[in-house]
């Protein structure tokens, strides 16, 4: 799932939080949750994981949509994804998936009210239209 990334949502020095499809091409939500001596043959990445839709992916973009409501939906189960990058399987990082504990949800998912971006939508827009302009002159 994880080997088929989509779309970087928030990228920072690799993507953090990010959607994803699974073998039968259903779309997952992705967010960083924690890490363990990554230098070490048996360090690994955690990564939250949760269905997801294109609707939804909209809404956060958006800020619409909280990070902790785009992850913690009622009727889903959320996984985290070990991710082992010293050990591979055909190239690929050996990733192990199993489902959150209510601990971790509580401590890796953010505060209520956190959103995908500081910037309301109609901020990013006018930022994004104003840097168009300027690579325009």
Known sequence: MLNNPETALYYYDGPVIFTCRDAD??????HWANCHSLGNPDGYEEYMVVPFTKELESQLSDNVLSLRD???????????????????????PHIEYREATPA?????????????????????VTRDWAANQTRRQ
């Open 25 to 30: 091409n259903q779309l997952h939500l992705a």
């Open 70 to 92: 785009a992850l913690i939906r009622e009727g889903i189960t959320i996984r985290i994804a070990r991710i082992f990058w010293k050990r591979c399987d055909n190239g690929d």
């Open 104 to 124: 971790e949800i509580e401590s890796y998912v953010p505060d209520q009210g956190v959103m995908l971006s500081p910037m309301g939508p109609e901020e990013r």
